[in-house]
């Protein structure tokens, strides 16, 4: 046997060093359920639902914190393995007010889908009675603490993957929550509301509130695009209602150059889209006011300005400033017309910094 081979479920895997057990299955296959893993952060254990069997162990491990190691003989899917999964879904559904029938994260929440696939008919334990009250006082997120499942994506996604710092776990016991600062509130904390602890908290207990009533997880078809402000060019799904209107706007997972993540305008403000105010014409000045008019008519008169300006005083009276959100393309031609057409080089972009 190499020096990198171990046994998952009876079969020889060949492994890298330093990999985790989960690391191995996924790439043989085998899916194992994982609750708090998040993958671009170092694996914290929290929730013990990954757990595996590895021949001479005392306890089943974590398959996402514990490296594979060379000739393991590891179980994922036995009896033993399964009876530990159930009882933790169990426990966690036990834990707060996971009520699935009025739940935002309906048909979008990890622990309802292992509840569903481990058959867990009847809860054996009494619900526990959660301290922390729901937190509505910000326009974005909603936090309903007797839902959280205390997996820590949230914390790690803020602190490991934003660097944003705002967020830890406060309090001991049952009285264990996800705080802000000193427990504040998200709006009177360091929170900047990137949204990134929603997009990867697994059950309800981080939403957006826009997204409410716009419309059940199923209901909802996803649309890629570019987001619309800076030139990063961040991947988006728009999550798209019935109406034909956005209900939220995640990020796309693996996709660059964003990979997962969003700032806090690409994620919540799209509302311009449906603006009253937004232009939807050509407009030019006359007097006090503006009238309509057509792109043929505003483009000669600009065209017809610029040569009366140029004629009069010279190319470099003229400058321009190009878009942060245009494509690559279109800066590249509107620099072709300052300096090849105009003759300045009085040309520049919004977002330079
Ligand atoms: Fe491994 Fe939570 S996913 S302990």
């Excluded at 639902?49 to 179980?75: F, H, K, N, Y």
């Excluded at 933790?88 to 029938?101: K, T, V």
């Excluded at 705002?166 to 509301?193: E, L, M, P, W």
């Amino acid at each position: 046997m190499s020096h990198t081979m171990l046994q998952l479920n009876g079969m020889h895997v060949k492994f890298e060093p330093g990999q985790s057990i989960l690391d191995v299955a996924t790439n043989s296959g085998i899916e194992i359920p994982t609750l708090c893993y998040l993958k671009e952060a170092a694996p914290t254990g929290a929730c013990r639902m990954c757990m595996v069997e590895v021949a001479g162990a005392r306890s089943l491990v974590a398959a996402c914190s514990t490296p594979a190691a060379e000739g393991m003989e590891i179980w994922t899917d036995s009896e033993r393995v399964h009876r530990a999964r159930k009882l933790n879904i169990e426990l966690l559904l036990a834990s707060g007010e996971h009520d699935c029938l009025v739940c935002e994260a309906n048909g979008n929440c990890r622990l309802q889908d292992l509840a569903y696939k481990y058959g867990i008919i009847q809860v054996r334990f009494p619900r526990s009675f959660h301290p922390h009250q729901k937190e509505e006082e910000n326009p974005f997120i909603i936090r309903d603490f007797s839902r959280c499942i205390l997996c820590g994506r949230c914390v790690q996604a803020c602190n490991e993957v934003m660097v944003n710092r705002a967020i830890s776990y406060g309090y001991r016991g049952s009285h264990s929550k996800i705080v802000a600062g000193t427990d504040q509130s998200y709006f009177d904390s360091d929170c900047v509301f990137c949204g990134q602890c929603v997009q990867v908290c697994p059950v309800g207990a981080l939403v957006e509130r826009k997204s409410r009533y716009r419309g059940r997880t199923w209901e909802l078809k996803k649309v890629r695009t570019t987001c619309p402000y800076c030139g990063v060019g961040c991947q988006l799904w728009l999550h798209v209602n019935d109406e034909g209107r956005i209900a939220k706007v995640t990020a796309v997972e693996d996709g660059a150059p964003n990979k997962g993540r969003l700032c806090v305008k690409g994620r919540f403000a799209y509302d311009f889209i449906y603006s009253e105010d937004r232009l939807t014409t050509p407009l030019i000045k006359e007097g006090e006011g503006f009238r309509e008019a057509s792109w043929d008519e505003a483009l000669d008169l600009v065209a017809t300005k610029f040569t009366e300006i140029k004629e009069k005083y010279g190319p470099d009276a003229i400058a321009g400033v190009s878009c942060a959100r245009s494509i690559n393309e279109d800066s590249y031609q509107m620099q072709k017309l300052f300096r090849s057409v105009i003759g300045t080089n009085n040309i520049d972009h919004c977002a330079r910094t």
